[in-house]
Nanobody
Framework: QVQLAESGGGLVQTGGSLRLSCVASGQTASAYALGWIRQAPGKEREFVAGITSGGDTSYADTMKGRFTISRDYAKNLVYLQMDNLKPEDSAVYYC????????????????WGQGTQVTVSS
């Protein structure tokens, strides 16, 4: 089992940047793929980015070039650097763990954090 805790959300203006962090704990945390999923009010959860235990990364097409996922394996941390933020990026961002990431869908993730709010003002 994996426990996840996010931090780093907040309010930012359009065009600004934020970095989200997530610490993964549990005996097998390092073996999991970790990812970021977001959910805006009234919308379904949406895959943002993922990184495997081996370091392979994947992104939703709409986030490519603006968001960067990275991982500190020694500290069991995963980061999401978000640049050039837009109002439509406003959502609760969840850190999640999966055995693998194939289809880039939220359903692949078995363990979830509590989420952190990101609000981008226009």
């Amino acid at each position: 089992q994996v426990q996840l805790a996010e931090s780093g959300g907040g309010l930012v203006q359009t065009g600004g940047s934020l970095r989200l962090s997530c610490v993964a704990s549990g005996q097998t945390a390092s073996a999991y793929a970790l990812g970021w999923i977001r959910q805006a009010p009234g919308k379904e959860r949406e895959f943002v980015a993922g990184i495997t235990s081996g370091g392979d990364t994947s992104y939703a097409d709409t986030m490519k070039g603006r968001f960067t996922i990275s991982r500190d394996y020694a500290k069991n941390l995963v980061y999401l650097q978000m640049d050039n933020l837009k109002p439509e990026d406003s959502a609760v961002y969840y850190c999640a763990a999966a055995s693998w990431i194939i289809f880039r869908t939220p359903n692949e993730f078995a363990y979830w954090g509590q989420g952190t709010q990101v609000t981008v003002s226009s």
